[in-house]
Structures are given as C-alpha cells and as structure tokens.
C-alpha cells in the first residue's frame, strides 16, 4: 500500500488543465507491486487482476478559495469516470477528496 508522508505544494493560479501527478515515497505493504517513475507517481502491478484504489488527498488554500479536480489515470490515460471535483475554501479551511476504484490490471500495468 503506497503512501506519501511529505505535505507537497502545487500552485496553480486562475484557469489551467496543467496535470500533476501524486508522488509516493513510502510503502506500507507491496507484494506484487512496485513504485516507479522520478519522482514515484506510478504504482506498477506485476500480475493480472482487480485491485482496489482508494486515494485520499487532503487540500488547502492559503489564496482565497479554490477547487480541484482528482482522477485515477491508467498507463498515463485517464480513467473514464473517476473523477472528483473537490471545493477548498479560503484561510485555515481544509478538504479532503477520497476515491475508492476498482480496476482490473494486466503485468506493467501503472496506476
């Protein structure tokens, strides 16, 4: 199970459809899978099967309020249907966008 245990900052300002991806840096149990990528933004599977994502993203704002939007992408295209749009408000006001998806994988699939 990969995790990230760093705060990252991504600043966006006004309207932009700029991607970025969520990097790992630890992992709390990988059997059969693998952290790749620089920095680690992919989970590569090594056997075929379903698997279950449950992603949980917590946001700030320190500029006003915002929203963002979340998506699971497979092999780097996006995953119809996955997406969130979370609303983040102003000052010290925190969201969360949490996702639970269930895919069926190939070997080197990425994730």
């Given at each position: 199970?990969?995790?990230?245990?760093?705060?990252?900052?991504?600043?966006?300002?006004?309207?932009t459809s700029t991607k970025s991806a969520i990097a790992y840096n630890?992992?709390?149990?990988?059997?059969?899978?693998t952290l790749s990528g620089a920095p680690a933004s992919r989970i590569t599977v090594a056997v075929?099967?379903?698997?279950?994502?449950?992603?949980?993203?917590?946001?700030?704002s320190t500029g006003g309020?915002?929203?963002?939007h979340t998506w699971f992408r497979v092999n780097g295209v996006d995953v119809?249907?996955?997406a969130n749009k979370v609303v983040v408000g102003s000052g010290t006001d925190e969201s969360i966008a949490s996702r639970k998806l269930m895919l069926t994988l190939q070997p080197g699939d990425y994730v």
């Open positions: 199970m990969p995790g990230s245990t760093t705060t990252g900052t991504i600043t966006r300002f006004g309207c630890t992992t709390v149990e990988s059997s059969g899978i075929a099967g379903i698997y279950v994502f449950l992603a949980s993203i917590q946001m700030d309020a915002a929203h963002a119809a249907n996955s």
